[in-house]
């Protein structure tokens, strides 16, 4: 079967893909978010006329043919639009065999553990480690991310003495079974990580995220031979010519790639399958509560090296506004520090009807 119309449904941040054959058959999927009204238009520009007609089955071999059309593009925006189309024919194939997309990629519906994930550099230490304990109290959750330094910070704290201060509160107001992962967001030179690597496993945190700026891998490959500490990485990589050689050389122990910014999850599949091959870990990113964490959930849930969580953004409408009334029924539901992937064919999502009559809307066929 052909591929017939491509349509897309976009505001700000984000921008859903709905594929349909000739026989009318359809499937959802999602753009990257941020920026997703750019995305939306390189995608209709740059990825629809190369696919239109063609036969669907073979994803890797269509998005290589985008990829080869538009060879003087490699960027991450071009993936980005890819992400939309693949995960719309991910979600087709599972409609059209009546399965959900991680049965068709080797694993099972069930429960998957999360890690509490924050994305708040200006909260008071005290305010964060408060919102971590309701949530364990009243969720379940046995794991927590929090940010330390500033975003692409130079060096300097979000605050004077911040960084200390939350890594030492955390350690003393969660039990010390609560495995704790903190994110410095390309911060720190080598030198600044490694003496803040002290501190983090002085506090019994276990997991030290994107700690040198990610365009210099050595300086991170230096964090990662000095400091008995899982040093993670890799969330904004997109080329597989770098994420080879982040992996021959052990640029990190834990390599984290996303399933939007990577194109979609045919792509993280292969990449995932090389992490294996090489005997690391992969835990993916996954910062928003959009289609991109129902996808992740498939995904790891299927995959051999997988971390033992999933990143679950703990930020509401204060913080994402643009997260309200994405789905017709909200699909991350914590239990018992679970979330629950279910076994309804595609992604088991419906995307709001209210939010797609109200969005920019676009057709390519």
Known sequence: MKIKKLETFTKPFVSFVKVTLEDGSTGI??????????????????????ILGKNYEDFEDIENLILEKE????????????????????????????LPVVSLIGGNPG????????????????????RFKTLQDEKGVSAFKFRIGSECGRGKDEWEGRTEEIVRLIN???????????????????EQAIEI????????????????????????KKVTEALEIDVTGGEQDCDFR???????RKIVNIFQPDVMYMGGLTRILKLANMINKSGFTCTPHAANLSLVTVCTMHFLKAIPNAGKYLEYSIEGEDYYPWQKNLFSKHPFNIIEGNVEISD??????EINKNWLETSDYKISE
């Not at 997703?36 to 390189?42: E, F, H, L, N, R």
């Not at 639009?81 to 719309?88: E, F, K, V």
């Not at 496993?201 to 210099?216: G, K, L, M, S």
């Not at 770098?242 to 021959?248: F, G, R, T």
């Open 111 to 130: 429960f998957l553990k999360i890690y509490g994930s924050s994305m708040k550099r200006d909260i008071q230490p005290y305010d964060e480690a408060k």
């Open 344 to 349: 309804d064919p595609g992604w088991g999502v």
């Open 71 to 98: 060879h003087k593009f490699p960027g991450s925006y071009l993936l980005r639009a890819i992400a939309g189309l693949d995960t719309a024919l991910w979600d087709l194939k599972g409609k059209l065999k009546k």
């Open 29 to 50: 999927g999602q753009m990257s978010t941020y920026h997703a009204d750019i995305t939306a238009q390189i995608f209709h520009k740059q990825v629809c006329p190369w």
């Open 172 to 190: 003393k107001e969660l039990d010390i079974s609560t495995a704790k992962l903190v994110d410095a967001n390309s911060c720190y030179s080598s």
């Open 242 to 248: 770098i994420w080879k050689d982040m992996i021959d």
């Open 197 to 220: 690597g002290k501190l983090l496993i002085d506090n019994n945190i276990t997991h030290f995220e994107e700690p040198c700026p990610y365009w210099d891998p050595e300086e991170t």
